[in-house]
């Protein structure tokens, strides 16, 4: 990708954005059987080391999409020369406060959002959601706090926020190099488009209805923290503070205070989404008026 990738057909730009999430799935699918075989001849059973065999999986999965990331970095596209520009305009405290702000909105958002699932019936229709969470909930919590809240997410902020998501944008947005007025709005209209696009695509490749609409509405916001904050270590701490809240929620009594009265209990939940409208308003009024 270059900045005449706009010359290229659609067809060639859509499979540019699909075929690194099928080297993901080919690659995590071959790495899980091939460790699940291995697991089996040891006698191990499948469905308790499952988080053991998913992060060793997730581990081999990185490095062939950091390769694409690392590629797309490299050439002069729209998308990573803004992204170059927010981040280098930023100051080092700026930048950690950023970091502490979107992990903490993560958090409170996830936990906002499974809250309100957990009011509806979603989750019990679901069988693909509670065979996912049978297995994710399986092997102990020192797996669940390396693979899914540390390697899964930097492997999925890799692929979709960097990789899906900044090709999303080369292809929407048109070229503006006067950076007129109506150019300017144009893009700010095609980063819209590419944010939804690729939390739907995060959404959906999660495969269930209910991961469909957590991963969908964090998707989104993920993206967001991806623009403020120039890099995906913005999204990456978000990801990490929303997966942890749901091991800890699991796996510790940290939310045992929680009301079990459903009017109670949907009001602690107004107040976690409020928390992290909060959250993501401060960060916005910070990287608007900071001077960087």
């Known amino acids: 990708m270059n900045p005449k990738s706009y010359k290229y057909s659609p067809i060639f730009k859509s499979w540019n954005i699909i075929y690194p999430i099928f080297i993901y799935f080919v690659v995590t699918n071959l790495a899980m059987s091939l460790f699940a075989m291995l697991a089996s001849f040891l006698g191990a059973d499948y469905q308790e080391q499952y988080m053991t065999l998913q992060t060793a999986s997730v581990a081999v999965t990185i490095p062939f999409i950091a390769n694409y990331y690392q590629k797309d970095r490299k050439e002069p596209t729209v998308f990573w020369e803004h992204m170059g520009i927010v981040f280098e305009r930023k100051s080092a405290s700026l930048k950690g406060i950023n970091g502490i702000l979107m992990f ?9 959002l499974n809250n309100l699932l957990a009011l509806t019936s979603l989750e019990e229709v679901s069988k693909g959601y509670q065979e996912v969470t049978g297995y994710f909930f399986a092997g102990g919590i020192l797996f669940e706090l390396l693979g899914a809240c540390l ?19 080369d292809m929407m947005i048109l070229d503006n190099e006067e950076k007129t007025e109506s150019g300017k709005k144009r893009e700010r209209y ?6 939804v696009f ?11 209805l209910v991961q469909f609409i957590y991963a969908g509405v964090l998707g989104i916001l993920f993206a967001w923290f991806m623009e403020k904050s120039g890099h995906f270590y ?39 989404a409020f928390a992290a409208v909060a959250l993501i308003t401060a960060l916005q009024i910070l990287n608007r008026c900071k001077k960087e």
Request: net charge negative.
């Open 104 to 112: 903490l909105a993560g958090a409170v958002a996830g936990i906002a």
């Open 151 to 169: 390697l899964t997410p930097f492997l999925e902020e890799l692929l979709y926020r960097s990789v899906v998501y900044g090709r999303l944008c």
């Open 198 to 208: 690729s939390a739907v695509l995060f959404g959906v490749l999660h495969m269930n």
């Open 234 to 272: 913005g999204p990456l701490l978000a990801h990490i503070g929303a997966n942890l809240m749901s091991v800890l929620r699991v796996e510790t009594d940290l939310f045992a205070w929680m009301p079990e009265g459903q009017g109670a209990y949907l009001a602690v939940s107004a107040a976690f």
């Open 190 to 195: 095609g980063r819209i488009i590419a944010m």
